[in-house]
T-cell receptor, first 114, second 115 residues
Framework: DAGVIQSPRHEVTEMGQEVTLRCKPISGHNSLFWYRQTMMRGLELLIYFNNNVPIDDSGMPEDRFSAKMPNASFSTLKIQPSEPRDSAVYFC????????????FGPGTRLTVL | AQSVAQPEDQVNVAEGNPLTVKCTYSVSGNPYLFWYVQYPNRGLQFLLKYITGDNLVKGSYGFEAEFNKSQTSFHLKKPSALVSDSALYFCAVRGDTGSARQLTFGSGTQLTVLP
């Protein structure tokens, strides 16, 4: 299996622009998670989906952030408009919904907003 | 609410010496405990987990962790450290009921193994 796939790996954009991050979970996994990692705040859970349905988006920092999962093999995290404080590494992770199943992480997208 | 504490931001150890990275947790219900490692510019990689059974869990790359219920700890250990073990290590916990099923991560411990 190829593991969790994220694209792009690096994104540099200017303040005010729309940014879309993409994730393909491991085949057969039905839970998907979006995290953000910064030096100041560490690893934060933004949102997670079970069977393509958003379950908890309480970690989404503000309305500028939105996430979708149109099918079992694809999810997007969108920031519109982007701000410099959104600069971070964004990780996607997936697992099955078994009681103690392990989350597997993608390589991350490093976002820089100028 | 569940939480994880990694009391040491930085751990330094000489190559060949044993290493310990500390983790304590708080969770309602039975804990599921995980260790992940992150190398520079990479995603988190799963090392090992405790679900039930033997308190000593063995994982990848020679790492092991000991679950101690009375001390609510899950310290990561390795008998003989390698320079290549230098990385950022995260402990995580999730419970087995309700909202506790979501994984909560510690703040991470930077391990440096000195040659």
């Amino acid at each position: 299996d190829a593991g969790v796939i994220q694209s792009p790996r690096h994104e540099v954009t200017e303040m005010g622009q729309e940014v879309t991050l993409r994730c393909k979970p491991i085949s057969g996994h039905n839970s998907l998670f979006w995290y953000r990692q910064t030096m100041m705040r560490g690893l934060e859970l933004l949102i997670y989906f079970n069977n393509n349905v958003p379950i908890d988006d309480s970690g989404m920092p503000e309305d500028r952030f939105s996430a979708k999962m149109p099918n079992a093999s694809f999810s997007t995290l969108k920031i519109q408009p982007s701000e410099p404080r959104d600069s971070a590494v964004y990780f996607c992770a997936s697992r099955t919904t078994g009681g103690a199943d392990t989350q597997y992480f993608g390589p991350g997208t490093r976002l820089t907003v100028l | 609410a569940q939480s994880v504490a990694q009391p040491e931001d930085q751990v330094n150890v000489a190559e060949g010496n044993p290493l310990t990275v500390k983790c304590t947790y708080s969770v309602s219900g039975n804990p599921y405990l995980f260790w992940y490692v992150q190398y520079p510019n990479r995603g988190l990689q799963f090392l090992l987990k405790y679900i039930t059974g033997d308190n000593l869990v063995k994982g990848s790359y020679g790492f092991e962790a000991e679950f101690n219920k009375s001390q609510t700890s899950f310290h990561l250990k390795k008998p003989s450290a390698l320079v290549s073990d230098s990385a950022l290590y995260f402990c995580a916990v999730r419970g087995d009921t309700g909202s506790a099923r979501q994984l909560t991560f510690g703040s991470g411990t930077q391990l440096t193994v000195l040659p």
